[in-house]
C-alpha cells in the first residue's frame, strides 16, 4: 500500500520540491543510494520529504507502508559495466555494501571512525 493522501514530497534536478500524488493503481519506488552507486546514477536516489498536507486535507488519513532492504554486506557494489559509458564514466570507487554502510553512518555521525 502507497501513500493514500497528500504529503510526499520529491526533489527535482534544480532543487524544487514536487509533490508525488501516486493514482490508486500506482506504486512509488525510491531507489536508494546503494543501487543509484551500483547503476552510475542511471537510477537516481531522490531527497524526498513528507510534509503537513493542506488544513482541508486533516482529516484524510495517510497511510504509507514503507519496505526497506539492505543487501549482504559483502555485495559487490562496483558500478555494473552496461552503466558506464563514454558519456557517463565511473562515478564511484569500487566497495562492498557493508562497507558503503559504515561510510554513510560515519557521514551521519552515527558511528565513530
Given at each position: 500500500?502507497g501513500g493514500s493522501?497528500?504529503?510526499?514530497?520529491?526533489?527535482?534536478?534544480?532543487?524544487?520540491?514536487?509533490?508525488?500524488?501516486?493514482?490508486?493503481?500506482?506504486?512509488?519506488?525510491?531507489?536508494?543510494?546503494?543501487?543509484?552507486?551500483?547503476?552510475?546514477?542511471?537510477?537516481?536516489?531522490?531527497?524526498?520529504?513528507?510534509?503537513?498536507?493542506?488544513?482541508?486535507?486533516?482529516?484524510?488519513?495517510?497511510?504509507?507502508?514503507?519496505?526497506?532492504?539492505?543487501?549482504?554486506?559483502?555485495?559487490?557494489?562496483?558500478?555494473?559495466?552496461?552503466?558506464?559509458?563514454?558519456?557517463?564514466?565511473?562515478?564511484?570507487?569500487?566497495?562492498?555494501?557493508?562497507?558503503?554502510?559504515?561510510?554513510?553512518?560515519?557521514?551521519?555521525?552515527?558511528?565513530?571512525?
Amino acid at each position: 500500500m502507497g501513500g493514500s493522501a497528500e504529503g510526499l514530497q520529491a526533489q527535482s534536478l534544480d532543487g524544487q520540491w514536487l509533490n508525488v500524488s501516486p493514482k490508486e493503481d500506482e506504486i512509488v519506488v525510491n531507489i536508494g543510494d546503494m543501487l543509484a552507486r551500483l547503476t552510475n546514477d542511471k537510477l537516481r536516489s531522490t531527497q524526498h520529504q513528507v510534509i503537513c498536507p493542506r488544513e482541508e486535507s486533516w482529516l484524510t488519513p495517510r497511510f504509507s507502508t514503507p519496505f526497506f532492504m539492505h543487501p549482504r554486506s559483502d555485495m559487490d557494489l562496483t558500478c555494473l559495466e552496461s552503466c558506464i559509458s563514454a558519456e557517463r564514466p565511473k562515478a564511484y570507487a569500487d566497495m562492498t555494501a557493508g562497507e558503503f554502510l559504515t561510510e554513510r553512518l560515519e557521514e551521519l555521525g552515527l558511528k565513530k571512525k
